[in-house]
């Protein structure tokens, strides 16, 4: 297992030097763009760092170049599903050569996903009376 600063660290460095189809969609999930829903990027959840997450639907967002190993990604992607996380995963041709087809499958999974805190985010800015 691997210890929690050793991820931040490498999360920072994924963020810092994302690949080409990483930041392409990241362009169009960025500032909640797509369709009003906030993205994080090499977001950590336990041990593992995913590509994009959408806190709000506990949506997983991959972008799988040549390395991927289904075999790891498909125990991985079992992990999440045990804490309730739906991983959607597209390739790196697929990001490069249809983004408009990638993003209405990422809308469509989206309106599928049920919220996972209801109307209200748990932690409300300080302007909404939070902590």
């Not at 993205?39 to 639907?57: G, M, W, Y």
């Not at 990604?73 to 995963?89: F, N, P, Q």
């Amino acid at each position: 297992m691997i210890d929690r600063k050793t991820l931040l660290k490498r999360a920072k460095e994924m963020r810092n030097n994302p690949t080409e189809p990483e930041k392409r969609l990241w362009r169009n999930l960025s500032n909640s763009q797509l369709n009003g829903h906030k993205f994080r990027r090499q977001a950590i959840i336990e041990n593992s760092i995913v590509d994009f997450l959408c806190p709000s639907k506990k949506l997983v967002i991959e972008v799988d170049g040549d390395t991927h190993d289904p075999a790891n990604d498909a125990k991985r992607d079992a992990h999440l599903a045990t804490m309730d996380y739906r991983v959607v995963r597209f390739t790196n041709a697929e990001v490069m050569q249809n983004m408009d087809g990638v993003l209405e499958d990422i809308v469509c999974v989206l309106r599928e996903s049920p919220d996972r805190w209801g109307l209200h985010h748990p932690n409300p800015s300080s302007k909404e009376g939070g902590r």
